[in-house]
C-alpha cells in the first residue's frame, strides 16, 4: 500500500476561515501534486513540487498556496475560504516511472 | 489544451459480464498513458502504466490496449465481480504534465 496520508479527510467550515490540508508521504518522493475534484468532473492539478523549496502551479487557478519545506509534507492553505472551494482535494506523490501515489482525499465543504 | 475523453460516464453491469471502456487522448508528445481504479472513500491506485505503441498489459482479469498514433486506449475487465465496481480514470502523461478524464464509473451488479 502506499504511504500518503491526508488529514482531515472531512472539513465543514464557515465562510472567511483559514485552513490548511496536510498531506505527508514517507516514500521518499520528490514530486508532488494537489488536485481538486468536483463531482463528476476530471481531476485538476492545482500545484506541484518538484523537490523541496520547489512548488508550481498548475492548470487549474486556484487561491490556495503551497509549500514545501520537508520532501514529506506538502500542505495546502486556503488563507479565506469560500463556498466556492467546496470540493474534494486529493493530494499524490510520484516515482520515476510518473506512477501517482495519491492521498485518500480531502473533502471541503464551505458554508 | 490537452483534452483526455473517457467513454462511457458509467456503466452499470450484471455479474459476470465482460466489458470494456475507452480512453482517448491527444497523439502527439506522448509519453504515457496511465489507469487508475478508484474505489468510493478509498485513494486511487494505479493498474497500468503504458509507454509503447501497442503496449497490452493485464492483471488478473483486466487488460489494457494502447494505440498511440491513433490516441486510444481501451481498458478490458473480463467476468465482471462486484469487487470491480469502482471509477476507472486514464490518465495522459506528456513528461510534462498529466491530464485526467473524468472516469468511467463501473456498477457490476450480482
Redesign the interface.
Known sequence: EADIYQTPRYLVIGTGKKITLECSQTMGHDKMYWYQQDPGMELHLIHYSYGVNSTEKGDLSSESTVSRIRTEHFPLTLESARPSHTSQYLCASSELTGELFFGEGSRLTVL | ILN?EQSP?SLHVQEGDSTNFTCSFPSSNF??L?W?RWET??????LF?MTLNGDEKKKGRISATLNTKEGYSYLYIKGSQPEDSATY?C?F?NNN???????TRLTVKP
Open positions: 483526455v460516464q509519453y504515457a496511465h487508475y472513500a478509498k485513494s486511487p491506485e494505479a502504466v480514470l490518465a502523461n504534465d498529466m491530464r485526467f478524464g473524468a472516469g
